[in-house]
């Protein structure tokens, strides 16, 4: 019986200093909300909070005051701690009730649209910088080049009132930066809401190829055909076959050029040039009229733009 008691007191004495202990951080909690400027502030700008409000909401308030709110904090992570990451806690006062919601910072936001606008970019076979590529970071101190700026800037402006019916068909030496062109206009077009495809065309020769095993061919011709803004890398660099330049790239051009919609192209040829190489078919076929029917498109959906330079290649 002496030995119940005993526990009982234990028990009991126990509950009493968790109790204090409990009280104290309480106390402490209070203090610190309560001085904080801000929270000093809100409850200035609303005598209806009173003590019995204050304290009835007191975990509304901690929990405002114990998150990050300050957006300078951001680049370090500061939100991504708060109760929803990269939320910030927002803080409304109705009558004599206290209402908190979350909202996102300004940095998820800026993320969230980064991504949105790395999704409009589609990207076949292209290198992750030309991906990155920005209009600012293009070297117009050759006056060789500012012909093609010009006519770059031209572009990406009209874009604000409608999407122009011809893109550019960037043309020049080897290693001059043609395809940082492309990059840098499809990222422009990405930060507008203008979805673009870049396309490698040695590489989207062999994926056309592969593309029989599966039967994609027809689904992969139809994204090029329909996505507003088509640009294809280095035109030429390899010999098509009769069949991939009349069904495939004629198919392809034809649909843009009927519909309206723009191709943006890069070759190491002038156009009659690249005439000459279109009309000899892998199988070493001279087909002069059907390659005049391609360059015939192209000259519908782009505009001829030399890009002079020196090959930035060699300094890589």
Not at 44 to 72: F, G, V, W
Not at 184 to 206: D, T
Not at 220 to 229: A, C, S, T
Request: aromatic letters at 8%.
């Amino acid at each position: 019986m002496i030995y119940g008691m005993e526990s009982i007191q234990a028990s009991l004495k126990k509950w009493m200093q968790d109790k204090q202990s409990f009280q104290n951080v309480y106390k402490q909690m209070k203090f610190d909300v309560l001085n904080d400027p801000e929270i000093k502030q809100l409850i200035m700008d609303h005598p209806e909070l009173t003590d019995h409000a204050i304290d009835r909401q007191l975990i509304k308030l901690y929990e405002y005051y114990s998150q990050n709110k300050d957006c300078r904090n951001c680049p370090e992570q500061g939100c991504q701690h708060n109760i929803l990451p990269g939320y910030k806690p927002r803080i409304d006062v109705v009558g004599s009730e206290i209402h908190l919601s979350y909202e996102k910072c300004k940095y998820t936001l800026l993320r969230e649209e980064q991504q949105k606008r790395a999704s409009l970019i589609k990207s076949l076979y292209m290198p992750k910088e030309i991906l990155k590529a920005s209009l600012a970071d293009i070297d117009d101190h050759n006056p060789a080049r500012h012909q093609a700026i010009r006519e770059l800037i031209h572009f990406v402006n009209q874009v604000d009132n409608a999407l122009p019916k011809k893109g550019l068909y960037f043309h020049g030496p080897f290693g001059v930066g043609k395809t940082y062109f492309l990059g840098a206009v499809a990222n422009q077009l990405a930060e507008k809401g203008i979805a673009s495809m870049l396309i490698y065309m040695p590489e989207f020769v062999r994926e056309i190829k592969s593309s029989f095993k599966d039967d994609s061919v027809d689904e992969k011709i139809d994204q090029f055909k329909h996505i507003p803004v088509l640009m294809l890398d280095d035109l030429g660099a390899e010999t098509l076959s009769a069949w991939f330049r009349d069904e495939v790239l004629g198919s392809i051009l034809q649909y843009r050029m009927m519909n309206e919609l723009p191709v943006f192209f890069t070759s190491n040829f002038t156009l009659p040039q690249l005439e000459k190489h279109l009309a000899m078919t892998s199988r070493g076929d001279v087909e002069e009229l059907k390659a005049g029917r391609i360059i015939e498109r192209i000259r519908q959906v782009s505009k001829p733009v030399e890009i002079k330079g020196d090959n930035r290649r060699n300094d890589l």
